[in-house]
Each structure stands twice: as structure tokens, then as C-alpha cells.
């Protein structure tokens, strides 16, 4: 039989669908992309919620599933399906409901839901749930491999969904990640990318162990040369973290660092756990350890109550930072949290106007981060080969291309760089 799977959000989701796929491949079933015109038999959607977008695209890739193969078993889970199981824009497309639980799971219950012939609406309450284990010993990716080590978020920011649909921080155990990270090194990748709804608090639920901890034990494993930070919170890098960085030889050159706004007003409204002054300060000491090192951001623009002087506060803070480059997104309203009901709603000509206005700022930065590297000799592990060239990427995350042949894919490679087009740096084996 065949199967397809589209997966949207985030790389915990990722993690997630490789797991399925693993699985159903185990069990002697033929993948197919989700894209093609050839009809599966069963089309599972990994669905997301974090923006109104979100949901529109999760409720596309359910229709289209469904008018793809009428006949096909169509499996809906994730963060768009725990909180709307009951919603006529599931159920009556799909034949298996499941949430934020259950995913290792899925192929139990689409051979249930084939024998028995009957829907299954299996969605249980996330708050209550503890880590749901999944090991992956392959990944689709040549290279870097996606490895979930946490779920679940405690934050609570007045506009995130997030919290209410993924649950309490629940961990991995230690051992298993490290298991997992050896036996996925052994397959060939060198690189891992440590994934979780809110990564570095990892080990908030265990006892007298911690995301610094984890770090110092990955730095060990033989065989892995890159260990790579999805994102982490600016408060989380403690003295601890800090100290970690400094001496580690595996943690790359690049972190992602959540700013959301660049005003200390709109972060207070947005129940952020810092002010601009801390934020820079802790800037400044990854900085003082790690001088080229990339620092890259998300920001929401548009907030309730966010007035201009405040967008003008942001554009000037993300200069003064100078981000290697960032993610810029839309305040999108989610129904059941506070910031839904607070006042000044901005419309969404003034989002889109504001949300221009960064983007440029930060394609701007990224364009002088990379091209800081022209001249200079980089290190990159090629994922791809096409038409005679490699591309890679650097561990401080820069896209780079150059000539040579497939079998340097997953070897480290020393390139010159030579110029910088079109958002790649391409260059020479030296």
C-alpha cells in the first residue's frame, strides 16, 4: 500500500512525521509525496495552529487529501486537530483523529481503522500526558538529523496557542537521547538538530539534570561533529549555558534567540520574561565568547497596543543587535488566549506595512553577515549534488555552493569563498 505525509509548523512536528514514516516504511509500505498526482492509500496531515495561517493551511492539506483519493484512509493529528476534534473541517474529511498524543501511534491505529472499517477519534487531554517516546535511527536528510528531546511549554505569552495544546515541559530521558544521537551518528549524520516546543528547558522535570547537562554528555558522543540548537530562549542562557559554549567543541557557531519585540512595553503586554536591557547584556556575553558567531531571531509585529513609536523602538533594536538575519511574523489572534481581547487591534494593512518594513531590515542584515565571509575559508558538509555542484551549509548556518563531486556529500569540506549571489556564498575546494 501507499502512504503520503504533509507535514506543516515546526521541526518538533518534523521530528514527528519522520517517526511515522520510519514506521509505515518498516512495515513494507510504499512512500509517496504527498504532491503527486499518483493516489495513495493513506494520507496522514501533521497539522499546526500557531497562527491563523496555520490553520487555513492545515484545513487545505485535510480537503485536499480527501479529493486526492476519495477511497483513501485520510489521518489528521497534531496541534490544529487537539483542540478542534469536533470540527466538521476534520471530521468530515478524516477517518482517524488523533492530537498531540498518540503519534507513536499512528500505525497501530491505521491498521485498526483498515480491519474495522470504523473512524477513530482518539484525543486526549495534553496536560496530563508525560514524554511520548520515539526513536529514529535514520533520517531523510544526509546530514543533519532532527532528534526531539522535549515537549510541552509553561510560558504562557499572552498571544501563543502553544501552551494549551502541547501541554506541561515533559523530557526525554538522558539515555535515550544519547542511544538515539549514537545510533543515528552510525547512519552517517554528523550533524543534529536538537528539537522540543521549548527547547532549552529541557530537564525542568527531571531531577538535578538539565539542558546544560545533556550538552556535555552529546559532546562526547564518537562521530558527531555538530550539535545544533533549534531555538532557545534568552533566558535560559544562564552562567551554566554560557560556560558550556565556551568550552564546547561540537555546539555550532549559530543560535536562534526568540526577541518577539524590540519594545519593553509590548513585552510586557506580551508576558515576556525579560526587558531590552537583559536581552542585549546576554547578547553581549555570548558575543565576548564567540565573536562571528550567528545570532538569529523571531519578532511579532502588529501586537495589540503596539503603537508606531514602538515598531520604530523594534527597527532600532534589531539594528543595534545587528541580527545575523530573522523570522518576521504578523500578530495573528487566537481565540482563548489574552491576547485575543486586548485593546488596540491593529489592522492588517498596518501589520503588513510594518511586517515590509522588517523584513527588509533583516534581509539586510543577512546580506552583510554573509557577505563578511567573502575571502574567507569556511568549513561545510555538503547535503546536496546537482549538475556538477555541492551545497552545504556552514555550522554558523550560511548557505554555500561549489563545484565537486557526490561522493563529498556528509565529508567536511574547507571551501574559499569567493563571491556572495542570490543568498549563497559560492566558492572552491581548497
Do not use: W
Amino acid at each position: 500500500m501507499k502512504f503520503a505525509v504533509c507535514t506543516l509548523g515546526c521541526k518538533v512536528n518534523a521530528y514527528e512525521s519522520e517517526y511515522v514514516i520510519n514506521e509505515f516504511l518498516k512495515h513494507g509500505y510504499e512512500k509517496v509525496d504527498f504532491n503527486d498526482n499518483n493516489k495513495a492509500d493513506i494520507y496522514i496531515i501533521n497539522t499546526c495552529t500557531v497562527t491563523n495561517t496555520s490553520d487555513q493551511k492545515s484545513r487545505k492539506m485535510i480537503r485536499q487529501a480527501r479529493k486526492k483519493n476519495k477511497d483513501a484512509l485520510v489521518v489528521v493529528m497534531g496541534c490544529y486537530s487537539q483542540i478542534r476534534e469536533n470540527d466538521d473541517s476534520i471530521l468530515s474529511f478524516a477517518d482517524i483523529v488523533i492530537g498531540n498524543t498518540n503519534k507513536n501511534k499512528v500505525y497501530d491505529l491505521v491498521v485498526s481503522a483498515l480491519e474495522n472499517k470504523k473512524k477513530i477519534i482518539k484525543v486526549d487531554n495534553v496536560m496530563d500526558s508525560s514524554f511520548e517516546d520515539m526513536e529514529l535511527e535514520h533520517f531523510t536528510t544526509k546530514t543533519r538529523a532532527f532528534v526531539k528531546i522535549e515537549d510541552g511549554c509553561e510560558n504562557y505569552c499572552t498571544y501563543c496557542i502553544i501552551p494549551y495544546v502541547r501541554g506541561k515541559v515533559r523530557s526525554k530521558k538522558k539515555e535515550k537521547i544519547i542511544e538515539e544521537i549514537s545510533k543515528l551518528v552510525l547512519d552517517g549524520h554528523k550533524e543534529v538538530v536538537l528539537t522540543g516546543i521549548h527547547t532549552g528547558h529541557y530537564g525542568a522535570d527531571l531531577k538535578d539534570y538539565d539542558f546544560s547537562d545533556l550538552l556535555l554528555e552529546l559532546e562526547k558522543i564518537d562521530g558527531l561533529e555538530r550539535i545544533r540548537i533549534s531555538s532557545i530562549e534568552i533566558t535560559e542562557l544562564n552562567d551554566k549555558f554560557l560556560n558550556v559554549l565556551k568550552t564546547s567543541k561540537k555546539i555550532v557557531n549559530h543560535l536562534h534567540i526568540p526577541l518577539q519585540a524590540g519594545s519593553d512595553h509590548v513585552l510586557k503586554l506580551m508576558n515576556r520574561k525579560y526587558d531590552l536591557e537583559y536581552y542585549e547584556n546576554k547578547i553581549n556575553q555570548i558575543r565576548n565568547i564567540r565573536k562571528d558567531i550567528a545570532i538569529t531571531t523571531d519578532v511579532i509585529v502588529g501586537f495589540p497596543g503596539e503603537t508606531e513609536e514602538d515598531f520604530e523602538d523594534t527597527l532600532s533594536f534589531v539594528k543595534k543587535i545587528d541580527f545575523s538575519g530573522g523570522h518576521v511574523f504578523p500578530f495573528s489572534s487566537r481565540n482563548g488566549t489574552p491576547a485575543a481581547k486586548m485593546k488596540g487591534q491593529l489592522t492588517k494593512h498596518e501589520k503588513h506595512e510594518r511586517c515590509k518594513k522588517l523584513i527588509d531590515l533583516f534581509k539586510e542584515l543577512e546580506n552583510e553577515y554573509y557577505k563578511k565571509h567573502v575571502g574567507m575559508v569556511v568549513t561545510v558538509i555538503p547535503e546536496n549534488f546537482n549538475d556538477g555542484f555541492l551545497t552545504g551549509h556552514t555550522d554558523n548556518y550560511l548557505k554555500v555552493t561549489f563545484k565537486g563531486c557526490e561522493k563529498l556529500i556528509g565529508k567536511d569540506v574547507e571551501v574559499m569563498i569567493e563571491e556572495y549571489k542570490d543568498n549563497v556564498l559560492i566558492g572552491k575546494e581548497i
